[in-house]
Nanobody, 115 residues
Framework: QVQLVESGGGLVQPGGSLRLSCAAS????????MGWYRQAPGKQRELVAR???????TYADSVKGRFAISRDNAKNTVYLQMNSLKPEDTAVYYC?????????WGQGTQVTVSS
């Protein structure tokens, strides 16, 4: 069973940056898809970015050009670099691991963008 621990959330002003980290308990080279999702108050959880085993990445239209997902296989960690943050990016951000036979969620980390 994969375990995921997110970190790096916090309060940031509009236009600022944050980097979220997701540490996995297993080698992420064995995980088919690592992804970041977010859920704002009163809204459904939505996909933000995904990193497929290999080099393919995908992004939600709302974050393209501002966010970047990356993997550090040596540290079994996936990152989400978030730049040019907007108030509408405020949400709890969740890491997700899809092994191909099941999925695991992290506990979430709060990101608040406000002046």
């Amino acid at each position: 069973q994969v375990q995921l621990v997110e970190s790096g959330g916090g309060l940031v002003q509009p236009g600022g940056s944050l980097r979220l980290s997701c540490a996995a308990s297993v080698s992420i080279t064995t995980i088919y898809i690592m992804g970041w999702y977010r859920q704002a108050p009163g809204k459904q959880r939505e996909l933000v970015a995904r990193s497929f085993r290999g080099s393919t990445t995908t992004y939600a239209d709302s974050v393209k050009g501002r966010f970047a997902i990356s993997r550090d296989n040596a540290k079994n960690t996936v990152y989400l670099q978030m730049n040019s943050l907007k108030p509408e990016d405020t949400a709890v951000y969740y890491c997700n691991a899809n092994t191909g036979v099941g999925t695991t969620w992290g506990q979430g980390t709060q990101v608040t963008v406000s002046s």
